[in-house]
């Protein structure tokens, strides 16, 4: 079963090109499957849909999130769908099982007071502050995911132009960066990087204080200290400056199309999310403020 598994995940590495965050969470639904088929004395290759209901219920009953059981029943899926592709199994056990109704949030957004007063806590009056306000400054500035800003190399940065090139998968797209993000990032690299950085052939643009690449859980913990310095009480996660840079865009005259092209969805509904919050700030202003509201 360890093979199988191994083979699925190449699969879907290379055929499908999904990301090392979405790997793992496949690799981790489809073992937590496995071991629950394993305690029933039974297999992937004879489980039925009742025995994968039973599971969804075992999950339900270990108060999962929808969200979750939705992805691991999705997760199931593309692995039933692999092995029927090469003919392991005659038929799909998932065929007919539904997933659970998701309530969508309305993304977290900061307003733009709350934006100026957590990009003002990094101190650039040393090495860390630096490059913690040279990070804030360009993701608020183009709204690129924590794993593009971790993965950005120096030659990812176009001073010249005034761009930077995002790279996502086999995917990448150029984002404009203006001027404070520009200011931020020159400083960074002027005075700071040089002095963190480990080893002549390290390429990233943003290091930790070992001199390696920063992770992602590294720029998740900068967020949350200077959330707390700020004394903000929304919690601020790196996708809270996504949320806020593609609203602020918005409610300042950018089209969704353009908004969609930044943040690099595909779908242009994951961007029209942004409208309805838009229309929803609007309105609450006109309540409060129209005299016959």
Not at 131 to 141: F, I, T
């Amino acid at each position: 079963m360890e093979d199988l598994i191994k083979k699925f995940l190449n699969y879907l590495q290379n055929d499908k090109k999904l990301s090392k965050n979405t790997l793992e969470s496949y690799r981790r639904d489809v073992k937590n499957y496995v071991a629950f088929l394993n305690d029933k004395e039974m297999t992937i290759l004879n489980s039925n849909q009742d025995v994968i209901n039973e599971y969804i219920a075992k999950m339900e009953k270990d108060k999962k999130l929808a969200s979750t059981i939705s992805r691991n029943i999705a997760s199931i899926r593309s692995f039933y769908k692999y092995l029927n592709g090469e003919n392991l199994v005659k038929a799909d056990p998932t065929k007919g099982i539904e997933s659970p109704k998701i309530e969508r949030k309305a993304p977290s957004v900061l307003s733009n007071s709350q934006v100026e007063l957590l990009l003002e806590q990094p101190k650039t009056s040393d090495l860390k502050g630096l490059r913690d306000k040279a990070m804030l400054e360009l993701v608020y500035a183009t709204g690129i995911r924590v794993t593009e800003l971790i993965n950005l190399d120096i030659a990812d940065v176009d001073f010249q132009k005034g761009y930077i090139t995002a790279k996502n998968n086999d995917k990448s797209r150029a984002i404009p960066i203006g001027s404070m993000a520009k200011k931020a990032l020159n400083e960074y690299l002027d005075k700071a990087r040089e002095h963190m950085v480990k080893g002549e052939n390290n390429t990233s643009l943003f290091v930790n204080v070992n001199g390696n690449r920063l992770t992602r859980q590294g720029f998740w913990k900068i967020i949350k200290f200077y959330q707390e310095q700020a004394h903000i009480d929304v919690d601020i996660t790196p996708h809270t400056l996504r949320h806020s840079f593609a609203v602020h865009l918005l409610e300042n005259g950018a089209e969704i199309s353009e908004i969609q092209e930044m943040l690099g969805h595909a779908d242009k509904t994951s961007t029209q999310v942004y409208a309805s919050i838009t229309q929803n700030r609007l309105k609450d202003v006109y309540n409060k403020a129209h005299p016959r509201a």
